[in-house]
Structures are given as structure tokens and as C-alpha cells.
């Protein structure tokens, strides 16, 4: 069975930087993609970035230039935030996909404030 498990969140000031990370425990074997989510105070949930056991990589729009998804092995990827915005306030999640499977972690906690 499948688990995601996310860590690496918490608070910090505009401007600043923070790598979330996310680890996965189970049979992975096959075409997959590990993606970050967030989820704003009051909004619906919505693609960060993604990035496919090939290694292609997307970002939504709002990200682009600031975050960095990678992957350190096919269990560990990670998401370097830079130049962080009170917009991206939210909690974070991450997401383990492939044909048949789908697998949330619990989400971590993110909060951009002065």
C-alpha cells in the first residue's frame, strides 16, 4: 500500500524560502507522478507542480520562477519555495499518482506572514 508522507513546513516572512519535502513507502514501480498541491484559507485545492517518474516538470502559472520541484530518488521529492508571498499561504499537499492509484498526504502547514 501506498503512503505519502509530507514534512519541511512552517512559518515565514515575505521574501523568504522553505523546501518541503515528501516521501513515499510502498510499490512504485511503473509511470507515475508525485505532484504538491495547496489549499488557501477558503479555497479549493490546486496544482503547485508536478513532476513525472520520467522527470518532466509543470508549475501553475503563479509559481513559476519561485518554486522548484525535484526529486533526490524515486521515493523523495521535494519543493524548494523561493521569494515566498502571503498568497501562498495554504496548507500543502502531497500526491502520488499512477493508473488505479491515487494517494494524499496529510498536508503541512505553510504560513507567510510578517
Known amino acids: 500500500q501506498v503512503q505519502v508522507v509530507e514534512s519541511g513546513g512552517g512559518l515565514v516572512q515575505p521574501g523568504g524560502s522553505l523546501r518541503l519535502s515528501c516521501v513515499v513507502s510502498?510499490?512504485?514501480?511503473?509511470?507515475?507522478?508525485m505532484a504538491w498541491y495547496r489549499q488557501a484559507p477558503g479555497k479549493q485545492r490546486e496544482l503547485i507542480a508536478d513532476?513525472?517518474?520520467?522527470?518532466?516538470e509543470i508549475y501553475t502559472d503563479s509559481v513559476k520562477g519561485r518554486f522548484t520541484i525535484s526529486r533526490d530518488n524515486a521515493r523523495n521529492v521535494n519543493l524548494q519555495m523561493n521569494s515566498l508571498k502571503p498568497e501562498d499561504t495554504g496548507v500543502y499537499y502531497c500526491?502520488?499518482?499512477?493508473?488505479?492509484?491515487?494517494?494524499w498526504g496529510k498536508g503541512i502547514l505553510v504560513t507567510v506572514s510578517s
Open positions: 500526491n502520488f499518482a499512477r493508473l488505479g492509484t491515487n494517494v
Open positions: 513532476i513525472s517518474s520520467g522527470g518532466s
Open positions: 510502498g510499490s512504485i514501480s511503473g509511470f507515475y507522478t
